[in-house]
Nanobody, 125 residues
Framework: EVRLVASGGGTVQPGASLRLSCGIS????????MAWFRQASGSEREGVAA????????FYADSVKGRYTISLDKVENIMYLQMNSLTPEDTAMYYC??????????????????WGQGTQVTVSS
């Protein structure tokens, strides 16, 4: 059984940093697309960042480029999302995902194979 468990969310002030973690079991990251998505209240789920595990090539939404960093620990089977310079617009439920799509379609939530349960990030003064 594939299981993804996201953690690390919380409430922070604008400008702060957070690091999200996603513990993965029952799934090998040897050659796969791994990603983070987020969903703000009243909005659709959107792709935030993705990484190809074999090449470590990463991709980011324009709204987070330069502020977020996605990474993998293939030994511990954990995926991370380092988030810096957070703004209120980053407030959302964040979901980790495994088996996202290749060929420029990593941001497509409808093509994701496995989802974690989500961790809430709230940025507020």
């Amino acid at each position: 059984e594939v299981r993804l468990v996201a953690s690390g969310g919380g409430t922070v002030q604008p400008g702060a940093s957070l690091r999200l973690s996603c513990g993965i079991s029952g799934y090998t990251m040897k050659a796969s697309c791994m990603a983070w998505f987020r969903q703000a209240s009243g909005s659709e789920r959107e792709g935030v960042a993705a990484i190809y595990s074999a090449s470590s090539r990463s991709f980011y939404a324009d709204s987070v480029k330069g502020r977020y960093t996605i990474s993998l620990d293939k030994v511990e089977n954990i995926m991370y999302l380092q988030m810096n310079s957070l703004t209120p617009e980053d407030t959302a439920m964040y979901y980790c995902a495994a088996d996202c799509a290749y060929d420029g379609r990593w941001h497509r939530s409808d093509l994701v194979g496995y989802w974690g349960q989500g961790t809430q990030v709230t940025v507020s003064s």
